[in-house]
């Protein structure tokens, strides 16, 4: 019984360290959160993160749709804007880079509008990347 626990802590401990993964190892982007979004067009949704001083952040978002307006906005838990992105037809991909002031938890809006009268679902995937500053 005494291995099968250290067998098992040795396991939690790998899966512990996984949760942040290298994105570009060369210049030390490395991954926060990745999901991917069922989104309804014309529909906002937003999730809270929390952001470090001293690292700089890019949210991705990537619809793979090239007939669609994509925004991504950020704003502090006070609910003032402190950085905004849109673009029509984003060619599948938008990002917006975010230097963070201050540590604390923010949240970043997004949403999408279809530009053709097609389906009004649509999967998107969200990603938040951070490196140190330099």
Same mark, same amino acid.
């Given at each position: 019984?005494?291995?099968?626990?250290?067998?098992?802590?040795?396991?939690?401990?790998?899966?512990?360290?996984?949760?942040?993964?290298?994105?570009?190892?060369?210049?030390?982007?490395?991954?926060?959160?990745?999901?991917?979004?069922?989104?309804?067009?014309?529909?906002?949704?937003?999730?809270?993160?929390?952001?470090?001083?001293?690292?700089?952040?890019?949210?991705?978002?990537?619809?793979?749709?090239?007939?669609?307006?994509?925004?991504?906005?950020? $704003?502090?838990?006070? @609910?003032?804007? *402190?950085?905004? #992105?849109?673009?029509?037809?984003?060619?599948? =991909?938008?990002?917006?880079?975010?230097?963070?002031?201050?540590?604390?938890?923010?949240?970043?809006? $997004?949403?999408?509008? @279809?530009?053709? *009268?097609?389906? #009004?679902?649509?999967?998107?995937?969200?990603? =938040?990347?951070?490196?140190?500053?330099?």
């Amino acid at each position: 019984m005494r291995y099968f626990s250290i067998v098992l802590l040795c396991v939690l401990g790998t899966v512990a360290q996984a949760q942040i993964k290298e994105y570009n190892p060369s210049i030390g982007w490395n991954y926060v959160k990745s999901q991917e979004v069922e989104m309804t067009e014309g529909v906002w949704y937003n999730t809270d993160f929390a952001a470090e001083q001293g690292f700089d952040y890019i949210f991705i978002m990537n619809h793979k749709l090239d007939s669609v307006s994509a925004t991504l906005k950020i $704003f502090n838990l006070q @609910d003032e804007p *402190l950085k905004d #992105k849109h673009r029509d037809t984003s060619n599948e =991909l938008i990002d917006l880079p975010f230097d963070v002031e201050e540590s604390g938890v923010y949240r970043v809006f $997004f949403g999408i509008d @279809d530009k053709k *009268l097609g389906a #009004k679902n649509y999967k998107v995937q969200l990603m =938040l990347v951070r490196r140190k500053k330099v």
